[in-house]
């Protein structure tokens, strides 16, 4: 089975702060997606990475960067963290190739107090 | 840009019945379809998916229908049980990339 996994369940920063929000995934994909999850809103794109290095922004990118520099592991940071920011995170991977199901993480509950 | 949306936001069934959650897109060209289920507190599970060239695809107590002239999928769920009680979300894959535009989800409540 796929295993993405996310360094923290929950964490809670203060406004102003950098944030940095680890993934590892362990099936050797391409493909690393950051979302983020608000209630009534679905999933949003952040960023995604289709190799190392590479980064491509998502839908809502302000405010966030990202960095891989191993294939297994994808990085979103939070430059300086403001309230609008608490949602849950989730990361994805996906293998090479057209029409792959993307694999999800538990999740980061991150509130910005 | 491409929108999906699901019709209800919540549905309840009774355990042993069969469920059905839908699901519609808007971009005609659209040409791969995923389905996910989300239990609380856990990020979304992979179910099933079907490509454009295919109405009709099934896994273990699950079956997608699409029907692209209406540009509707759905997803039906055999002898509901307790532990199908979850968020189910349809995603659709972007033209000419691994982008998804997901579906603001269905809540499952499955009633004993």
């Known amino acids: 089975d796929v295993k993405v996994t996310q360094s923290s369940r929950y964490l809670v920063k203060r406004t102003g702060e950098k944030v940095f929000l680890e993934c590892v995934q362990d099936m050797d994909h391409e493909n690393m997606f950051w979302y983020r999850q608000d209630p009534g809103l679905g999933l949003r794109l952040i960023y995604f990475?289709?190799?190392?290095?590479?980064?491509e922004k998502g839908d809502i990118p302000e405010g966030y960067s990202v960095s891989r520099e191993k294939k297994e592991r994808f990085s979103l940071i939070l430059e300086s963290a403001s309230t609008n920011q608490t949602s849950m995170y989730l990361c994805a991977s996906s293998p090479e190739g057209w029409r792959q199901p993307q694999h999800f993480g538990d999740g980061t509950r991150l509130s910005i107090l | 840009g491409e929108s999906v949306g699901l019709h209800l936001p919540t549905l309840s069934v009774q355990e042993g019945d069969n469920s059905i959650i839908n699901c519609a897109y808007s971009n005609s060209a659209s040409d791969y379809f995923i389905w996910y289920k989300q239990e609380s507190g856990k990020g979304p599970q992979f179910i099933i998916d079907?490509?454009?060239?295919?109405d009709k695809r099934q896994g273990q107590r699950v079956t997608v229908l699409l029907n692209k002239t209406v540009k509707h999928l759905s997803l039906q769920i055999a002898a509901t049980q307790p532990g199908d009680s979850a968020v189910y979300f349809c995603a659709v894959l972007r033209g000419g990339g691994n982008k998804l535009t997901f579906g603001t989800g269905t809540q499952l409540k499955v009633e004993l």
């Open positions: 079907i490509r454009s060239n295919m």
């Open positions: 990475s289709y190799d190392v290095k590479m980064k």
